[in-house]
């Protein structure tokens, strides 16, 4: 639906953007990030890591491809409002079922567009990523002091713990594609389909656990190894799921983490976590393998990020033995990637299911399962 209803994105320094009504009419409030992709609007509508977030798309014309039903990385859209520019009057593609602005109205999201993104990107960038409203239909007659007090009365990204807003309720199950490794617990903090997808045709049977589950429902399902997702929230507001961490580092599992994942390693190996000042959104970062020397081009979406030295070998202080940076991104050095080098245990900070975004990263999953049948054989060695 294009209408001219009028729309304003108030962020929390009292700055203001006028636009249109998009997708579903009233207020939301969210902290405002920007995200870079061309591409891959679907994917990060539906991507869980986004709730709580007014995503602020870079890219000029959105909407152009339409939503399909093969795209969806979960099982409705999760960002808290949505900002575009010029938002494509037609539908174009053969696998288009519903247009973007339908399917926002149909998820209940509050969005606008008219408004230049690239000038609020550079307000982010400047000034951080901050709390935000969109007001349209009936809220955008509040008054400019009104708004900007919804706007400052909404809780701050920092310190908040979101995975129970966007876990499974219950356990689901994905039978391994190919040749059978065993199961895998994955704890579900907001993970991805294409993740669990990857994980299936690497032979493992995927168990998609809530994010409440205790160490023993866990190790009763009887896993070769467990994988920590993707989600949203501040990593130091989860130390039932670095608790839960240690437990199957303890038990002696293989371990793998993407993104918030990865953060909770860190804090579980004893390392600690902070606020990016406007995070990483896009699918286009490069990323240093240190391993390889090899830079890939990579999907991101991250706020926060481990604090930890990009160059040497780290003692864990929380008695893990020796680790060490094992990804560095080359924009701002940021800590991309973490190798417990005692014991089984790796994770990245960005996505190597890329979904949306290039595939450079993919060997990742093929890391994952060699250090699994490693393991295994090893278990094998000794038992005979
Ligand atoms: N995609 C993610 O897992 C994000 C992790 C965390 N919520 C962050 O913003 O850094």
Known sequence: MTTSDPAVLVLEDGTRYHGHAYGARGRTLGEAVFATGMTGYQETLTDPSYAGQIVVMTAPHIGNTGMNDEDPESRRIWVSGYVVRDPSRVVSSFR??????????????????????????????????????VFS???????????????????EMAGLNLSAEVSVPAE???????????????????????????LARRGFEVHVLPQDVTLEQLLAI??????????????????????????????????FGICFGNQLLGRALGLGTYKLPFGHR???????DKETGRVEITAHNHGFAVDAPLEGIIESPNGYGRLEVSHIGLNDRVVEGLKALDIPAFSVQYHPEAAAGPHDANYLFDRFRDMVVAQQAQQKDATN
Not at 182 to 192: P, S
Not at 222 to 251: C, K, M, Q, T
């Open 96 to 133: 288009a079922k519903r247009s973007l602005d339908s399917e926002l109205e149909a998820n209940g999201i509050v969005g606008m567009s008219g408004i230049d993104t690239r000038a609020v990107t550079r307000r982010l960038r400047d000034a951080g990523a901050m709390r935000a409203g």
């Open 282 to 288: 896009g699918i286009n970062q490069p990323v240093l």
């Open 172 to 198: 689901t199950v994905t039978p391994a594609v190919g040749e059978r490794l065993g199961n895998l617990a994955v704890l579900d903090l907001g993970v991805k389909q294409s993740t669990v997808d990857n």
């Open 222 to 255: 009887h896993p070769v190894a467990a994988f920590y997702s993707n989600g949203p929230g501040d990593p130091e507001a989860s130390d039932s799921h670095v608790a839960l961490l240690r437990g199957i580092l303890d038990a002696g599992l293989p371990f």
């Open 137 to 155: 239909g009936p809220d955008a007659g509040l008054s400019p002091d009104e708004q900007l007090a919804l706007v400052r009365s909404a809780p």
